[in-house]
């Protein structure tokens, strides 16, 4: 999904974009806020042949109410 003036939209190149990236047999983790957005991005990979996707269900607000561990971006650079 993109932003964009008109609202979210489909992001077109999304597929595309992945496929560059990645390789269908990678292990793929999948996630954004809610957990809804990466359950359509998830769909559409497993749909466009990767094998090994997963979804991050409920998304990172899950994960926080789950108390499960975050790394915030300031501790990261101090390693």
Same mark, same amino acid.
């Given at each position: 999904?993109?932003?964009?003036? /008109?609202?979210?939209?489909?992001? &077109?190149?999304? =597929?595309? &974009?992945?496929?560059? =990236?990645?390789?269908?047999?990678?292990?793929? =983790?999948?996630?954004? /806020?809610?957990?809804?957005?990466?359950?359509?991005?998830?769909?559409?990979?497993?749909? %466009?042949?990767?094998?090994?996707?997963?979804?991050?269900?409920?998304?990172? =607000? %899950?994960?926080?109410?789950?108390?499960?561990?975050?790394?915030?971006?300031? /501790? &990261?650079?101090?390693?």
């Amino acid at each position: 999904m993109l932003n964009s003036p /008109q609202g979210r939209v489909k992001n &077109q190149d999304f =597929l595309d &974009q992945v496929s560059s =990236l990645l390789n269908p047999t990678y292990d793929i =983790l999948v996630g954004c /806020q809610s957990g809804a957005r990466s359950l359509n991005a998830t769909t559409e990979l497993v749909a %466009a042949g990767f094998k090994k996707v997963r979804n991050v269900g409920g998304g990172y =607000l %899950a994960w926080v109410d789950h108390n499960f561990p975050i790394i915030k971006e300031q /501790q &990261q650079s101090a390693n």
